[in-house]
Structure formats: structure tokens, C-alpha cells
């Protein structure tokens, strides 16, 4: 049985609340990453991917230079657990509507993030799914 620790991304990219989305947007291109964590201080504050500087910023004109990440950023987050299984992942995403997972141990530090693109490639690497995600971007 898989499990989240397998195919979770262990790099993550924490940012201040007050990082404009302009910023935050070079981070990712910068980073090769769809995500950062908003952080304040030494707690999590929400999570802002590249889905939302488009739906929530671009989409709505706000001027990318003086908007921040924390006007934007998803403050609900969902979690799961490294031993969590692929599968109960899969269903939680299914479930919330949602593309990514915060990845969290038993004492809620955060270690990972697993995505939609993760799980895919793991689940049935020979579906067009599983490919797109191994695929390399387009630059």
C-alpha cells in the first residue's frame, strides 16, 4: 500500500504574508513550483498556488506590484498525514475540490505537499494524467 510520505514533495517554499503576488509569481517560475506557503512568523497562514494569482488576481486586474499573497491566499488549509494512504489523499482532494494537500506530522509541522500531479504519477503512472505529470514544462 502507498502512502503520502512516498510521493509527497519535501521542497517547500514558505513566503511572508506581505510578498506581492509579482513576487510570489517569480518565486514559482523561479522555483519550478505551483505553490507557496504564506507564512506569519512561525505559523502557517494559508497557501497561495499559481491557480489562484490567476483566478483571484490576474482575472480580477489587481495590480500584481501591490497586491500581496495575503489578500489572495487559501486560508482553509486541508491536511493530511504522511502515512495516509495515496488513496485517502486522492478522496480528500476528490471530496474538497481541491489540487493539493498540506502534508502535516503528528505534532502539525508542516512536511511536504502532495498535488493532484503527484498522486496521478503514482496511482497509474501509464494514464495521460500520469504522463502529463511527468512530463517536463513547457518554458
Known amino acids: 500500500m502507498q502512502i503520502v510520505k512516498d510521493v509527497m514533495t519535501t521542497h517547500v ?13 517569480r518565486t514559482m517560475r523561479e522555483q519550478d513550483i505551483g505553490d507557496v506557503i504564506v507564512a506569519d512568523g512561525t505559523s502557517l497562514a494559508g497557501v497561495v498556488t499559481d491557480r489562484d494569482i ?28 504522511p502515512e495516509d494512504t495515496i488513496q485517502q489523499a486522492a478522496l480528500l482532494m476528490r471530496d474538497r475540490a481541491i489540487r493539493r494537500l498540506l502534508v502535516c506530522d503528528d505534532d502539525q509541522g508542516l512536511v511536504g505537499v502532495v498535488s493532484i500531479g503527484d498522486l496521478a504519477e503514482r496511482i497509474d503512472p501509464d494514464s495521460v494524467l500520469g504522463g502529463i505529470s511527468q512530463a517536463d514544462p513547457n518554458n
Open 54 to 81: 490567476v483566478v483571484r488576481a490576474v482575472a480580477e486586474q489587481r495590480d500584481p506590484d501591490a497586491t500581496t499573497i495575503s489578500e489572495i491566499m487559501t486560508r482553509e488549509l486541508v491536511t493530511v498525514r
Open 13 to 25: 517554499v514558505y513566503l511572508p504574508g506581505e510578498t506581492t503576488i509579482a513576487e510570489a509569481a
